[in-house]
């Protein structure tokens, strides 16, 4: 039992009730008679896999869907929001998976966008500065309001998301995986003001697909599978595999399969390597850098958000053009970064970390993001060949388990979880020999983790090299077979599987000396 289990207050009757809410889209049923209640001062976590109706289910809260059958009862009256500042108006704050803020407009524009503060008949942005000053300040972000928010990394901007809720003294807080973008120090600050919110009674709904957060920060747990509420439990008394057994509709004997790949020769060598930090704010932010990848291999990249990791393999992977500087070798030939396009050619394949900005093209089809990176093969005088390409992600989308009526759906209307395995398709449908997963597992559920990292196992037991990133530092451990660890971008410290542990990491990733 956690911390937060064993001091929750004594909750009151319920402050919102959905009960038998059904939706469809396209005649798909995607809630089947969802009956669910959430009360004052409780985290209450909606647990399930990616398509199981959670991200709908809060839709329907926020006001985005107002075409659903049941009935809401917010503090024991009947409501339907007509869109979302309808629901923003009744105290109910959503934080969506998918950072909803307009990068070219200031922080705290950003902040108080759609419920700026007059006074008269004009906006007083000395009143916003302060409050926004005050609210970052509990987020632990010392930073100027003023400033685009395109000058700040993901993290940040996940920050300001939370700030909008807190902001505008929500009753109801809803966070759509919350810490999908923070480091651990973040993640912890994030939790702290979980605690203080319902300590104050307020009415907190968490998603996550991290166990460790579930439990760390939850008192109720509702399993949704299929659309359907499956079971609401007190935390306390519903065992982690329980939970993973309901969610997935059956057991999961080992959430992290054995690793069974066997390493090879050399595949990528570099040495003094320099990557530009693309803030500008220094000249490198990788500096002087040495490590191999060998056939077969998994090799984790450590560190805190900024450390360099994301930076590196969008270097190697061409992103910066040919400013990186140093030596490089992959499959025993020179390999100089130049751009995607040639660094695809070479076989390298890069998973960003963030799949809404720099990932899919939410407006085409599954199918057609899938080839994306390969349309070479299927376009050889110009002109698609869309039988091949059908085929090809077809394939694919048995191969990965893709949740998708057909290729030619448009890719926005799967769920997060498939949208991440649509991005690793396109990337297989390359043929790589390196792999640069930056984030790989974010947003995607317990079941398609494990199949996941599965394919992991496949793909480097034919012969592929793997640099992965993960800030869900047991899944790092847990599939790497070597673990590189940068600070400030620098390398700090490097660990074999048997040596590696989370607080060897954390403190190197810190820039602490390691005792053996």
């Not at 809401?72 to 969506?96: E, M």
């Not at 570099?270 to 704010?281: F, H, L, N, R, T």
């Not at 994306?372 to 110009?382: D, E, I, N, Q, T």
């Not at 893709?402 to 297989?428: F, M, P, T, Y």
Request: hydrophobic share 45%.
């Amino acid at each position: 039992m956690t911390a937060a289990q064993q001091t929750a207050p004594r909750l009151s009757a319920p402050v919102l009730r959905m009960t038998g809410i059904k939706k469809s889209f396209s005649g798909v049923a995607v809630l089947i008679g969802v009956d669910w209640a959430l009360r004052a001062g409780e985290v209450h976590i909606l647990a399930g896999e990616n398509g199981a109706g959670k991200t709908t289910l809060i839709k329907i809260l926020a006001g985005v869907h107002s075409d659903f059958s049941g009935t809401i009862t917010l503090s024991g009256k009947p409501v339907r929001f007509r869109g979302p500042q309808d629901a923003a108006g009744h105290g109910i704050a959503v934080i969506h998976q998918d950072i909803a803020v307009v990068p070219s407009m200031s922080v705290r524009d950003n902040i108080f966008l759609g419920r700026e503060i007059v006074r008269g008949h004009r906006v007083c942005f000395r009143a916003e500065r302060d409050r926004a000053r005050a609210v970052l300040g509990r987020l632990g972000l010392d930073i100027d309001s003023s400033r685009l928010l395109e000058d700040f990394p993901v993290s940040v901007r996940q920050m300001v998301e939370i700030a909008k809720a807190l902001v505008h003294d929500a009753r109801i807080i809803v966070m759509d995986e919350p810490t999908s973008a923070l480091n651990e120090v973040e993640a912890s600050r994030l939790f702290k003001i979980v605690g203080d919110l319902r300590s104050q009674g307020r009415a907190i709904v968490f998603i996550s697909h991290r166990l460790e957060e579930i439990y760390r920060v939850g008192q109720t747990i509702t399993v949704l599978r299929d659309g359907r509420a499956v079971g609401t439990f007190p935390a306390a008394e519903l065992p982690p595999d329980r939970l993973v057994e309901l969610m997935v509709g059956r057991a999961v004997d080992r959430l992290f399969p054995p690793r069974t790949a066997k390493l090879g020769g050399l595949l990528l060598q570099a040495e003094g390597v320099s990557v530009p930090d693309p803030s500008g704010i220094k000249p490198w932010a990788v500096e002087g850098l040495d490590f191999r990848l060998r056939a077969g291999e998994i090799l984790g990249l450590a560190g805190l958000r900024g450390g360099g990791a994301s930076e590196l393999v969008h270097g190697l992977f061409g992103s910066f053009g040919k400013r990186v500087r140093g030596r490089i070798r992959l499959a025993g030939e020179a390999y100089v970064p130049q751009s995607p396009g040639c660094a695809i050619r070479r076989g390298l394949a890069l998973l960003t970390n963030d799949r809404k900005s720099s990932g899919l093209v939410p407006t085409m089809s599954v199918g057609r993001n899938i080839s994306l990176a390969s349309l070479g093969r299927f376009s050889p005088w110009g002109w698609i060949k869309t039988g091949r390409e059908a085929a090809a992600a077809g394939r694919l989308i048995e191969t990965l388990g893709i949740k998708a009526g057909a290729a030619d759906e448009v890719v926005a209307n799967l769920s997060g979880g498939n949208q991440q395995k649509v991005l690793l398709a396109r990337w297989l449908e390359t043929s790589p020999k390196v792999l640069l997963l930056d984030e790989p597992t974010s947003g995607i559920d317990i079941g398609a983790k494990n199949e996941i990292y599965r394919l992991l196992d496949i793909w480097t037991s034919e012969g592929k090299g793997v640099l992965l990133i993960t800030s869900e530092l047991p899944e790092l451990l847990a599939l790497s077979d070597r673990v590189m660890v940068l600070h400030r971008g620098r390398f700090i410290d490097e660990f074999d599987r048997g040596e590696a542990t989370q607080e060897r990491v954390i403190k190197a990733a810190m820039g602490m000396e390691n005792q053996a």
